[in-house]
């Protein structure tokens, strides 16, 4: 049984300058990178980092808390999804955008 993480801000509650913060560090881009070219919802283990998990935590939770993405467990698995709806209700275009712009560099 899937069990969600609680402290994600709903859509209506998005703050586009905590998103701007949230994007603006590279291991969190790469974690949303890793995510949108996943066909699955991906564990925290599952994303490639160059850190450790203990600092991969603070970025995950980082990027929950912007809103920009979903975690919820699954037995003892931390699963992890992007927002994409819940983004493109409240800043039409943006996350595509970004996504976008993050493959060209």
Known sequence: MARAITDEPAVGDFDFTRVLEAVADPIRLSILRQLAGAE??????????PIKASTAT??????????????????????????????????????PALLNAARNT
């Open 40 to 49: 699955e919802d991906l564990s925290c283990g599952a994303i490639e980092l």
């Open 58 to 95: 603070h970025h995950f939770t980082a990027l929950r808390q912007a809103g920009l993405l979903h975690q919820y467990y699954v037995g003892t698995s931390r699963l992890n999804v992007l927002r994409v709806d819940d983004m493109e209700t409240a800043f039409p275009g943006f996350l």
